[in-house]
C-alpha cells in the first residue's frame, strides 16, 4: 500500500497489522531521501524513521510472519 501526506511518500510492505513501512520525501536541499520505520500504516505519519541501511530490532513487537 503506498499512500501520500503533504508530499511525503509512505510505502506500507505486507498485510499484517504491524509491518515495515518506507518513507520517501526530500531534505532541505532538495535531495531525495529514503528512510524506514515498523508501525501500523495508519500512523505513518507519526513513527520514528531511521535511514534506509540502519537495522532495527523488531523482536519484541508482535512481528507476525506470513
Known sequence: MMKEHEGVFYLCFGPQTLRPIH???????????????????????????????????????KWEPL
Open 23 to 61: 518513507r520517501i520525501d526530500k531534505d532541505t536541499n532538495g535531495v531525495t531521501r529514503q528512510t524506514w520505520a515498523f508501525g501500523k500504516c495508519e500512523d505513518a505519519e507519526t513513527l520514528s524513521y531511521i535511514p534506509i541501511n540502519q537495522t532495527r530490532e523488531i523482536a519484541d513487537s
